[in-house]
């Protein structure tokens, strides 16, 4: 069964820093990683969606990795900002089941 | 725009009573779920369709029902609603494929009394 974790599960950085969240998953049958933010009592956001056979995506100030062998993707947010706050998500598309399968995310603060 | 509307947003209701959210998407996408999320389990799946009249269990399917008549819609059905089914309701859907980028609806927050 897909198990998918995310470290750490809060953060709290000064604006400016360069951060990275962890997410890992143990089964790499995936079609499909994808990091999503939410805000508090909202919907879900997508930031990036990176394929099986890619091993990385870039979005502005945000880029994501994609080890698949290794069952291990990052987020890497460059010089943070009190508006990146928020609760952000790791969810695999499992490739036999079409599930959708999500951490339990990372809480970030960014204090300005 | 793409988007995935719900309805409501807010519904304070009593134990018993039947209710529908509402689920609309208009990117013609294939897959369409339903998720709930509470504090300290995350979000979890409830069901999920493939296409029209094609719909499996998720995760926690108990207590729920839903439909898909067609496309674009993907009703989540309370037939008798509970406490314990408190919750952040989210419709999702995506195309089929790796490439394919799931959206989400702005939630439906629950509450049964």
């Known amino acids: 069964k897909q198990e998918v974790t995310q470290i750490p599960a809060a953060l709290s950085v000064p604006e400016g820093e360069n951060l990275v969240l962890n997410c890992s998953f143990t089964?790499?049958?995936?079609?499909?990683l994808q990091w999503f933010r939410q805000d508090p009592g909202k919907g879900l956001t997508s930031l990036l969606l990176i394929q099986s056979s890619q091993r990385e995506q870039t979005s502005g100030r945000l880029n994501a990795s994609l080890d698949k062998s290794s069952g291990r993707s990052t987020l890497y947010i460059a010089a943070s900002q009190p508006g990146d706050s928020a609760t952000y998500l790791c969810?695999?598309?499992?490739?036999?089941?079409?599930?959708?399968?999500f951490g339990s995310g990372t809480r970030l603060l960014v204090r300005p | 725009e793409a988007q995935v509307t719900q309805n409501p947003r807010y519904l304070i209701t009593v134990t018993g009573k039947k209710l529908t959210v509402t689920c609309s998407q208009n990117m013609n996408h294939e897959y369409m779920s339903w998720y709930r999320q509470d504090p300290g389990l995350g979000l979890r799946q409830i069901y999920y369709?493939?296409?029209?009249?094609?719909?499996d269990k998720g995760d926690v399917p108990e207590g729920y029902k839903v439909s898909r008549k067609e496309k674009r819609n993907f009703p989540l059905i309370l037939e008798s609603p509970s406490p314990n089914q408190t919750s952040l309701y989210f419709c999702?859907?995506?195309?089929?494929?790796?490439?394919?980028?799931?959206?989400f609806g702005q939630g439906t927050r629950l509450t049964v009394v």
């Open positions: 969810a695999v598309l499992m490739d036999s089941s079409y599930k959708l399968i």
């Open positions: 369709s493939m296409n029209v009249e094609v719909t």
């Open positions: 089964d790499s049958a995936i079609y499909n």
């Open positions: 999702a859907s995506a195309g089929l494929g790796m490439r394919t980028e799931a959206f």
